[in-house]
């Protein structure tokens, strides 16, 4: 049977009624075309309302290390790599009350084996995205050439990306297909050549 174009407006409530539907019902679309996907949806019993996306940032639960940290006698918890897996992507750095991890310097990098920053996830978890963020108030030399890799349970390699040159305050990688790890590590520029050897981070989300 041939279903004539649709002129009227349509209902604004029932089964088949969502926003989404009502905005794309214009006069010369066919009711086969309309009702038909919302049929269609229903026989397959989805729903036809939005779902509301929210985000897994599995670093939240995780246990944070770096290669250093800068000493303060006054607060020993100042630039520690916890900071950076807090949920805070505030940038300024502040001794006493910020949420930045500060690195000791390449001196003591050298002591680690070379400088990093680590997330432990404590079990292997799907990784979709990375993103980091940076110090905003200062020395944006230091997040020249960074790297971030992800490796699995053996601490084999599985993800690799490096920015060339001198980043933004914060770094987004969508990661497709998405990978399976449990360790994410923050690499600075190494060898040095416009760092001063010393490195900070506001916030390192690892996405489901």
């Known amino acids: 049977m041939h279903l004539p174009a649709y002129t009227g407006s349509l209902r604004t409530h029932g089964p088949c009624f969502h926003p989404t539907l009502a905005s794309w019902t214009r006069p010369g679309r066919s009711l086969r075309s309309l009702f038909g996907a ?4 229903s ?8 779902q509301q996306f929210t985000e897994v940032n599995h670093a939240l639960v995780g246990s944070a290390s770096q290669s250093s940290t800068l000493f303060d006698g006054n607060n020993p918890d100042a630039g520690n790599a916890s900071l950076a897996i807090d949920g805070n992507v505030n940038g300024v750095f502040n001794a006493a009350t910020g949420s930045v991890t500060h690195s000791g310097g390449a001196a003591a990098d050298a002591d680690a084996g070379g400088p990093f920053w680590e997330v432990d996830l404590n079990a292997t978890q799907a990784i979709g995205r990375l993103h980091v ?7 944006q030399n230091r997040n020249d ?3 971030l890799i992800i490796l699995d349970a053996s601490r084999n390699e599985v993800f690799r990306r490096s920015y060339a040159g001198r980043p933004p305050a914060d770094v987004a990688y969508n990661i497709a297909p998405g990978v399976n790890g449990r ?5 600075p ?10 490195f900070s981070i506001a916030e390192l989300k690892v996405i489901a």
């Open 38 to 41: 919302c049929l269609l949806a």
């Open 189 to 198: 520029q190494n060898p040095l050549s416009t760092s001063d050897g010393i």
């Open 145 to 147: 050439d960074f790297t």
């Open 133 to 139: 963020f940076f110090r905003t108030d200062c020395c």
């Open 183 to 187: 360790f994410v590590r923050f690499e």
């Open 43 to 50: 026989g397959l019993g989805l729903s036809l309302h939005a």
